[in-house]
């Protein structure tokens, strides 16, 4: 059973730096592209950053490029977005998923497995 555990979320001011953690576990992730997106209350879910497991490549929203990181620990099973000069708008709940095969997609219905959740709040 594939199990997907977040983790670093918290309270930040503007333009601090949060890590998350993604913790993987149930099966080989080598061929899957993992998938960070976020929610805001009242907003839809949106992408944030992807990337394929086996082979590294990495795509980002535009409103988070040169600020966050994606990357992967392929010993821990663990993906993590580093996020910089955060922002009041980076508020949201942050969701690691994933979804078999190696391209990153941008649409939270082609991600078959989810985690809970970590809360992610930027003050002004």
């Known amino acids: 059973q594939v199990q997907l555990v977040e983790s670093g979320g918290g309270l930040v001011q503007a333009g601090g730096s949060l890590r998350l953690s993604c913790a993987a576990s149930?099966?080989?992730?080598?061929?899957?592209?993992m998938g960070w997106f976020r929610q805001a209350p009242g907003k839809e879910r949106e992408f944030v950053s992807g990337?394929?497991?086996?082979?590294?490549?990495?795509y980002y929203t535009d409103s988070v490029k040169g600020r966050f990181t994606i990357s992967r620990d392929n010993a821990k099973n663990t993906v993590y977005l580093q996020m910089n000069s955060l922002k009041p708008e980076d508020t949201a709940v942050y969701y690691c998923?994933?979804?078999?095969?190696?391209?990153?997609?941008?649409?939270?219905?082609?991600?078959?497995?989810w985690g809970q959740g970590t809360q992610v709040t930027v003050s002004s």
């Open positions: 998923a994933a979804r078999s095969g190696m391209v990153i997609t941008t649409k939270w219905n082609e991600y078959n497995y």
């Open positions: 990337i394929s497991w086996s082979i590294g490549r990495t």
């Open positions: 149930g099966r080989t992730f080598s061929s899957y592209t």
